[in-house]
């Protein structure tokens, strides 16, 4: 039983954190695309712009 324990401990912890990890990382990873597509059609506009 100690062992099973001891299992649980030593492959849920790096389980749960980068579960953790990897849902705090597509927030950023969608904020990032967001701000490329916003950047990129500011771009354009300039680009496009009479001169």
Do not use: C, D, H, W
């Amino acid at each position: 039983m100690e062992e099973l324990l001891g299992q649980v401990s030593n492959i849920g912890f790096p389980i749960a954190l980068s579960i953790y990890l990897l849902v705090r990382l597509e927030g950023k990873l969608e904020r990032l695309s967001e701000s490329i597509i916003e950047l990129s059609k500011t771009i354009n506009s300039m680009n496009n712009s009479p001169k």
